[in-house]
């Protein structure tokens, strides 16, 4: 999920106010993205929410927005056509131009892919160009009114069922479809192109996919979406396009990931903790081989960027637990399916905590839900709490501890 998402509105190329949702990463954003849905859908469809909150975490702001007459914008769809499409993209683009920063980044799904092409060489700031099962050419989108092209050419107007719905299609809407020329448009482009289809695509073929690859100079590249739907609708298609997109955009955009301050692989037996400059108290952690983040919640002024000390607290306390309770079940042949364990923190007094006996004043309580799930008698199930105890962080928290501290030089560059 992003950070933080918000619900604003702008004018579109009609007038009419559009509907759109900005989606924000935890601190400064490395580049702003806009993202055009697919034809007759909305910002909120699947692919365009879970897409835009996985490139939040990568650093990316994600603008969407409903185009005229669909979603919650207003507007009449039987007015519009896919050069409104176009003026209500480059809209989008000058209100990001306007409050935040111009998109460095444009993707577009199915025909908002079209619409992207179409719209790029208009948007000087827009570095890399990504389509996700787009058509080559925005006449292909005809096909669809088959059935009823006839009526449309003959009196102008018809209602053609789309997706379970019915629109308004007027005559030139399609005489609009017609005139364009994305492949032109592709020509040139003059931007980093990234093609996402999916061979087994009945929507949109994947002829299309090598039309405007044809078309399109370097730098461009290609990325199969396997057996994905159209749509887009399974969420571990949508987390790749997101991933494979992150990663190919940030050779062309302004600003790269944030560089870690420490190198890899961390020292053996060694957890190393290091302000990343991001924020307040952003941390970058280090253990071998493996890297996290460690921050505050934003109400405490930090970006919630990870989990908090306490939090790797309880992480430790309830990992150590589980895996030690793995551990006993598997040596005595235990039919223990899955353990998991919920940790809760707070500092109590002495006197209202009923297990701090012999003890005054504030003190730290963790406290442990156990779920056990596997056909087990009373008996192996107590057993397995009785373990739970013996966890070695467990002992460490309930043991008198010391921590000792040394002043290091700093490190060379």
Not at 31 to 56: G, M, P, Q, V, W
Not at 125 to 144: C, Q, R, S, Y
């Amino acid at each position: 999920m992003p950070k933080s998402s918000e619900r604003l509105t702008f004018p579109g190329a009609q007038g009419a106010e559009l509907a759109a949702r900005l989606d924000l990463p935890a601190g400064p954003p490395r580049a702003y993205a806009l993202f055009a849905h697919c034809f007759t859908c909305s910002k909120d469809i699947f692919a365009a929410s879970r897409i835009a909150n996985e490139l939040t975490g990568h650093g990316f702001a994600v603008l969407r927005f409903d185009f005229t007459g669909l979603g919650a914008s207003e507007g009449e769809f039987a007015n519009t056509n896919f050069s409104s499409n176009v003026g209500d993209l480059l809209k989008a683009v000058d209100y990001l131009r306007a409050h935040h920063a111009a998109p460095e980044i444009l993707i577009g799904h199915s025909l908002g892919g079209a619409a992207v092409l179409a719209a790029a060489p208009d948007v000087p700031e827009a570095k890399a160009v990504a389509t996700i099962g787009a058509p080559a050419d925005a006449e292909h989108v005809v096909e669809n009114f088959h059935a009823k092209l006839d009526e449309i050419e003959s009196e102008g107007v018809a209602e053609v069922e789309l997706a379970g719905r019915t629109f308004t299609i007027k005559k030139q809407f399609v005489d609009d479809l017609r005139a364009q020329t994305v492949k032109d448009r592709i020509a040139g482009l003059r931007k980093a192109l990234l093609v996402f289809h999916a061979p087994g695509d009945n929507t949109v073929g994947i002829s299309n996919a090598a039309a405007i690859f044809d078309a399109a100079r370097h730098p461009k590249s290609f990325v199969s979406l396997d057996d994905a739907d159209h749509l887009v609708s399974r969420r571990e298609d949508a987390a790749y396009i997101a991933e494979v997109l992150s990663g190919w955009a940030s050779r062309y955009i302004s600003m790269p990931a944030t560089k870690p301050p420490l190198r890899f692989p961390g020292k053996r037996g060694v957890v190393s903790v290091a302000e990343t400059g991001a924020g307040k108290f952003q941390q970058e952690v280090v253990s071998e081989s493996h890297r996290l983040l460690a921050d505050e919640p934003v109400d405490y002024g930090g970006f919630d960027s990870g989990p908090s000390p306490y939090d790797y607290l309880n992480i430790a306390l309830g990992a150590c637990t589980a895996m030690t309770m793995r551990l006993y079940a598997d040596r005595k042949k235990l039919p223990l399916e899955r353990v998991k364990v919920d940790v809760t923190h707070a500092k109590v007094h002495a006197e209202d905590c009923a297990e701090c006996e012999g003890r005054d004043g504030r003190v730290d309580r963790f406290e442990r839900t156990l779920e056990i799930v596997g056909d087990l008698d009373p008996e192996q199930r107590r057993k397995l709490v009785e373990i739970a105890d013996k966890c070695p962080v467990h002992r460490t928290l309930e043991a008198s501890s010391v921590v000792a501290t040394k002043v290091a030089e700093p490190a060379e560059a």
